[in-house]
């Protein structure tokens, strides 16, 4: 079955540094790859999309690649922020096209 | 900016109950989804709905759920009768047209379900 693993539940780092989350898939490779960002009692909150043929896309503080050959998506905030602390998922449809599959999130902790 | 509002935002009552979670989409929005998050399991999707049309509802145990849309501004999510293992928090979702895969999803707040 078609798995996808944030293989971090928890991430702890310094102000102004850059965290880098991983998403990892297996058994399927999607044509694109979502990031939502996941604050505590709210609902999760598109952040980005990167299609196959994108090795890299950036909005603002944010960074996201996508590597085919490993099966891996990499999501980076550069010069991180306390406002940053949240939850993030990686997400892509299932191979049938019937749902968009999370992965279970890391959760991030940016201290000052 | 427009949003998908949730209600209620918290739900607590009795195995055997029934609850009904209402959704109201982003206006112009044709697809809406239902999950369900749990520690455990993450986020699991219960049902999809394209132009108020059930197209997919294989995530939902079908003898005590049901989802529904009577309008293009409601959007149901009922369990009847409750149990305990149905406490989670559930969330809506709704987009513009397009697959699962290249469109972004926007969701509520969610209800979270207490089952006693």
């Known amino acids: 079955s078609q798995k996808i693993e944030q293989n971090s539940e928890a991430l702890n780092i310094q102000e102004g540094k850059t965290a880098t989350l991983t998403c990892n898939y297996t058994?399927?490779?999607?044509?694109?790859l979502q990031w939502y960002r996941q604050d505590p009692g709210r609902g999760p909150v598109f952040l980005l999309l990167?299609?196959?043929?994108?090795k890299e896309k950036r909005k603002e503080r944010l960074k996201v690649t996508f590597d085919t050959t490993l099966k891996q998506s990499l999501f980076h905030i550069t010069a991180s922020q306390p406002a940053d602390s949240a939850t993030y998922l990686c997400?892509?449809?299932?191979?049938?096209?019937?749902?968009?599959?999370f992965g279970k999130g890391t959760t991030l902790s940016v201290s000052s | 900016d427009a949003r998908v509002t949730q209600t209620p935002r918290h739900k607590v009552t009795e195995m055997g109950q029934e609850v009904t979670m209402r959704c109201q989409p982003i206006l112009g929005h044709n697809t809406v989804f239902w999950y369900r998050q749990t520690m455990m399991q993450g986020l699991e999707l219960l049902a999809y709905?394209?132009?108020?049309?059930?197209?997919?509802d294989s995530g939902m145990p079908k003898d005590r759920f049901s989802a529904e849309m009577p309008d293009a501004t409601l959007a149901t999510l009922k369990i009847q009768p409750s149990e305990p293992r149905d406490s989670a928090v559930y969330f809506c979702?709704?987009?513009?047209?397009?697959?699962?895969?290249?469109?972004?999803?926007?969701f509520g707040d969610g209800t979270r379900l207490s089952i006693l």
């Open positions: 709905f394209r132009n108020r049309a059930p197209l997919d």
């Open positions: 997400a892509h449809q299932n191979q049938a096209g019937t749902a968009l599959i």
């Open positions: 979702a709704s987009g513009s047209t397009g697959g699962f895969s290249n469109q972004p999803q926007h």
């Open positions: 058994n399927y490779s999607p044509a694109y």
């Open positions: 990167i299609r196959e043929n994108e």
